[in-house]
């Protein structure tokens, strides 16, 4: 479906770009949003809606003054609300000069994965035509387990009443679901089909047919914002882990949705987007489908290849049909209550519903294991190995259910400060790997340039004495420790100069190690671990304690 244009988003407050740290940091900073600037407060009349993010521990004081401007509280771990626009104009300044805001982002429209699927809606008799992605697949070759793992469809509202869906059981509206005349509308009806309609003598049968299927209409007001996409990841959040499709997207990358996702990934849910239908018209980068830790999902033909409109991408991980795919509708489009279907927003909802029974069939994976067995279980075409088309390969569902399991990836997402910290993303931060009673720690984990590029994490440096860190890694690694100070492990300059306090860094697979004296009152600082340049990949494990000498 086409791509509802974004306005600039210049008047997104956040943070501004952190520079590079001394050494090649594959990734971007993640660091806390600052507050915003009075003059772009006159122009939030622009949008209906305003995002206003309060502080992590001042914020609770403007809470009264949210509620009498009407406004909303749509993500509390992240102290998010929604107001009117003009309620927000008139209440921020004040708010703003006694720091209580972190951040203000307007509530700017998403489209149903950006760019253009040509034919998006061929409105056709899908009965006359096979499911002919069932095969390509593997969904022929396998039994889809009973509910299990919940599946959450993101998205426009599901017709209800349609006859996939009006007698399916384990189907759970989190809202109240709305569709109109506008064609957008009859995006979730098709994606949440495609992943989960019934073997019920009718229509279609989506690759999980008896999933726990969750639904959040992302466009109760016929139009789908940035506000209610992360209302619905919360809402998602609040039923505990599961997998969350996203068939969405816009050409800008907005922070406080990164941070949304990166959020409710951190609870253990596995978030799956679309990489958009842009192909023709350059693959502009799509979010959410770039930022780490998003499972993104290009769309091949019935020939295996990569389809004429979708994107491609750095971030795509594997590929799933996506063309000429019969979907659900509501009958008020069409009589027969059915269309064949276009777009990388039908191949998300393949590998989510993939995704959601894999991990019913396999319980006690972690999110970060379901993330590496999807991907790496694909069918490689096109290129051998990964490329920017189809990612590592298509779809494969007893590739997966058969793939042996990975090692758990501890403590993501952590790829700077700012993730693990308290009063950061979260308002615990992430537990430190050592404290003033346990000074020796170890763990493994992995780095991947595009999906975790960088791990952080938090350690004790004793007020005297040392501490040694030894990173052991597969590929070239390096190793650096920061200060308590340290805002981003991208600082240079003054910052670096005053935050950075060791660093090691060997070429080639030669373990790193750093030893950092006490400095007189005890702390923590962190230990940050990422690769060098033009390495893909890289396991390592790390250990921290106290020096003999």
């Not at 969904?139 to 006859?163: F, K, N, Q, Y």
């Not at 064609?183 to 690759?207: K, R």
Request: hydrophobic share 40%.
């Amino acid at each position: 479906m086409r791509h509802l244009l974004l306005a600039s988003i210049a008047l997104v407050v956040c943070c501004a770009t952190a520079q590079a740290a001394p050494l090649a940091h594959p990734g971007r900073p993640v660091v806390a949003p600052s507050s915003a600037g009075f003059g772009t407060l006159q122009r939030l009349q622009a949008y209906p809606r305003t995002l206003v993010e309060l502080d992590r521990v001042r914020g609770p004081a403007a809470l009264s003054t949210l509620r009498r401007a009407g406004a909303e509280l749509i993500a509390p771990p992240l102290a998010l609300w929604r107001l009117p626009s003009w309620s927000a104009q008139r209440v921020l300044p004040g708010l703003l000069r006694r720091g209580l805001v972190r951040s203000v982002t307007p509530d700017v429209p998403l489209g149903t994965s950006p760019g253009d699927a040509p034919g998006f809606f061929g409105y056709t008799d899908p009965l006359s035509a096979s499911q002919w992605w069932v095969s390509h697949v593997g969904a022929d070759r396998w039994t889809a387990p009973g509910p299990g793992v919940p599946l959450t469809m993101i998205d426009s509202g599901v017709d209800l009443s349609h006859e996939e869906f009006a007698a399916r059981p384990n189907t759970f509206p989190l809202n109240t679901m709305t569709y109109s005349g506008n064609e957008q509308e009859l995006h979730g009806t098709a994606t949440a089909s495609v992943a989960a309609a019934p073997e019920n003598g009718v229509g279609i049968v989506g690759i999980y047919p008896q999933a726990k299927l969750q639904l959040w209409d992302a466009s109760p007001n016929a139009q789908l914002t940035v506000g209610d996409e992360i209302n619905g990841l919360f809402a998602a959040r609040r039923n505990g882990p599961g997998v969350v499709n996203l068939s969405l997207g816009g050409f800008d990358r907005i922070p406080i949705e990164e941070h949304a996702i990166m959020n409710v990934f951190g609870t253990g849910s596995l978030i799956v987007a679309s990489a958009g239908n842009d192909r023709e018209g350059g693959s502009s980068l799509s979010y959410p489908a770039t930022f780490p830790h998003v499972l993104t999902v290009g769309a091949t033909d019935e020939a295996d290849r990569v389809t004429v409109f979708s994107s491609s991408s750095p971030a795509i991980d594997l590929a799933a049909p996506g063309q000429d795919i019969p979907a659900a509708i509501p009958t008020i489009f069409n009589s027969t209550g059915y269309a064949a279907v276009d777009g990388t927003s039908f191949s998300a909802p393949l590998v989510s519903g993939a995704a959601a029974a894999v991990w019913t069939l396999r319980p006690t994976l972690t999110n970060t294991q379901l993330f590496q067995i999807m991907r790496h279980s694909a069918r490689d075409v096109g290129k051998r190995g990964w490329d920017a088309d189809t990612g590592y390969g298509i779809l494969d569902l007893p590739a997966a259910v058969a793939r042996h399991t990975p090692a758990a990836d501890m403590q993501e997402p952590n790829e700077d400060v700012y993730l693990v910290k308290p009063n950061g993303l979260t308002k615990s931060g992430h537990a430190p790997l050592t404290g003033q009673h346990r000074l020796r720690a170890s763990l493994s984990a992995q780095l991947e340039r595009q999906e975790d590029p960088e791990d952080v994490y938090r350690v004790w440096l004793p007020a005297r004495g040392r501490l040694v860190v030894t990173v052991k890694p597969t590929a070239n690694a390096t190793l650096e420790i920061w200060g308590r100070r340290t805002t981003t492990v991208f600082e240079r300059g003054k910052a670096a100069k005053r935050d950075l306090i060791g660093s090691s860094a060997h070429a080639g697979r030669r373990f790193e190690r750093v030893t950092v004296q006490g400095r007189g009152v005890g702390q923590f600082v962190y230990v940050d671990v990422f690769l060098a340049r033009k390495v893909v990949q890289a396991s390592y494990t790390l250990s921290v304690a106290p020096s003999k000498r």
